[in-house]
């Protein structure tokens, strides 16, 4: 048995969408993926040579029962998947620790690149150590993912702060221009933050979360744009969320059927940022940001931005909330608790559908860091 996790650091993804939303029920080839790691690994090279496709590891897990998710809200993409292959939209319920993974009671386990992937291939503090004899499906590359980490606030703020949504804006992206350049910087500052995970663990973390910022679900560059609502994105993001959401309140549920990205994103205030020269008339000089998890390099480019001074330059004192427990993101930012967020998309629309009053602002994520790994002997062709 491999190492359990001393940390219970893949709770991240209890943050990760909100409890507003429940499960409905309703190939590429096989490549290399060794996988960016900063933490050593015990295992050796696996012999890939005979390893099944992955479509045929998707349907041997499902025939199998053995596919896993928290059922948190990234379950949509499994079961995308799932019915890309013509499957049963069914999985396990997996816990927040890779423990179901290690014993083999799930085989194709869901994991974030910049958490539990890392903690499945790597040896450092709350690691299994797998190294290279496993294996991961990228839902990007399945053509089923679906956007995570963006900026909102409410609309309301939005039309009353103009120019205070473009400088918060404006000094964060400078925030995350430079963690994504410096990613062992940025996870040393998210360090000192107060990191709710190992520090050999946000090193890996902030690695990860550059490339799920500077790189779309095509694989293209993205430096230059960084925080841009890509609109393709976006509509798969809710195509998918559309087909696979099942409310409980059936007027929400109406509604969210029917919204589009113009009643969900405004890309004026990331335009403008990006166009300024940096010189704003703040309406309020002190905002705050609500997080989805404690400290971490999930979010490195607040905590780059206030240790740098970018939001000092723009005139901004910054209130860096974490999250966490029973904090929901999306009501804080719509009673007015905090100005600003970090949501997914599907979170922020789903609220919006309830009644709320939020609209994306910026794009952080470009791609999602949702994988399904899997142990290369348990998959071998026949």
């Not at 999985?91 to 085989?107: A, K, P, Q, R, V």
């Not at 903690?119 to 709350?126: A, I």
Request: hydrophobic share 35%; aromatic share 10%; net charge negative.
């Amino acid at each position: 048995m491999k190492k359990r996790m001393t940390k219970m650091v893949s709770a991240m993804l209890i943050a990760a969408m909100t409890a507003t939303m429940v499960v409905g029920c309703g190939s590429s080839d096989k490549k290399e993926e060794g996988g960016s790691s900063s933490g050593s690994t015990t295992q050796a090279a696996a012999d890939t040579s005979s390893v099944m496709s992955h479509e045929e590891i998707i349907k041997k897990a499902a025939a199998d029962g053995k596919v896993g998710n928290w059922g948190l809200g990234n379950e949509y993409e499994v079961l995308a998947l799932l019915a890309k292959y013509g499957l049963p939209t069914e999985y396990l319920s997996e816990d927040f620790t890779m423990d179901g993974f290690d014993d083999d009671s799930i085989t194709l386990a869901s994991a974030m690149t910049y958490n539990e992937l890392g903690l499945t291939k790597n040896d450092y503090e709350g690691g299994y150590g797998y190294g290279d004899t496993v294996g991961y499906i990228d839902m990007n590359d399945e053509g089923v993912a679906m956007l995570e980490d963006n900026i909102f606030c409410s609309k309301t703020f939005a039309k009353e702060n103009p120019e205070t949504v473009k400088a918060f804006l404006y000094a964060s992206l400078k925030g995350w221009e430079y963690a994504v350049e410096n990613p062992d910087e940025a996870a040393q500052i998210c360090f000192e933050a107060g990191s709710s995970v190992s520090q050999d663990h946000q090193s890996y973390m902030a690695g990860e979360v550059a490339k799920l910022v500077s790189t779309d679900m095509n694989g293209n560059a993205v430096t230059d744009d960084i925080g841009k609502i890509n609109t393709d994105a976006m509509q798969q993001t809710l195509d998918i969320a559309k087909q696979y959401v099942t409310l409980d309140d059936s007027a929400a549920q109406e509604a969210f059927s029917k919204l589009t990205l113009d009643d969900i994103c405004d890309s004026s205030f990331y335009d403008e940022a990006k166009a300024s020269d940096g010189k704003f008339n703040v309406e309020k000089s002190e905002v705050s940001i609500q997080l989805k998890w404690l400290p971490q390099a999930q979010f490195m480019g607040y905590f780059v931005a206030d240790a740098k001074g970018y939001y000092d330059e723009v005139g901004l004192k910054v209130n860096i909330v974490s999250g966490g427990g029973d904090i929901s993101e999306t009501t804080a930012v719509n009673n007015g608790t905090v100005d600003f967020g970090v949501t997914w998309p599907t979170n922020m629309a789903v609220a919006d559908a309830g009644g709320m009053d939020l609209v994306e602002i910026a794009q952080i994520y470009q791609r999602s860091g949702l994988t399904l790994v899997y142990k290369y002997d348990n998959f071998k062709a026949e």
